[in-house]
């Protein structure tokens, strides 16, 4: 059974900086495509950034040139690097993997940007 478990949540002030994991499990991770999705209060469900399993990188406009995504196989490890944060920010962020006919997801975790 495939996992995803997300870490690296917390509070942080405007401008900070957090980085998200992602460790997969239960299959082989190189052939997922992984991307980062959050919710905030209210409202839906958005893409942030995702990664293919060649490397190539997506990004939402909102976050291009402040959040970094990355992958590291050899860890079975997706990554997001969040700086330069802002209160609009604040949201659940959830780690996805997908590949044709399969689509899993993390149970999220919490990044609340406060001063």
């Known amino acids: 059974q495939v996992q995803l478990v997300e870490s690296g949540g917390g509070l942080v002030q405007p401008g900070g900086s957090l980085r998200l994991s992602c460790v997969v499990s239960?299959?082989?991770?190189?052939?997922?495509?992984m991307g980062w999705y959050r919710q905030g209060p209210g409202k839906q469900r958005e893409l942030v950034a995702r990664?293919?399993?060649?490397?190539?990188?997506n990004y939402a406009d909102s976050v291009k040139g402040r959040f970094t995504i990355s992958r590291d196989n050899a860890k079975n490890t997706a990554y997001l690097q969040m700086n330069s944060l802002k209160f609009e920010d604040t949201a659940v962020y959830y780690c996805?993997?997908?590949?044709?006919?399969?689509?899993?997801w993390g149970q999220g975790t919490q990044v609340t940007v406060s001063s």
């Open positions: 996805n993997a997908n590949r044709p006919l399969y689509d899993y």
């Open positions: 239960g299959s082989i991770f190189s052939i997922y495509h």
């Open positions: 990664i293919s399993t060649t490397g190539w990188t």
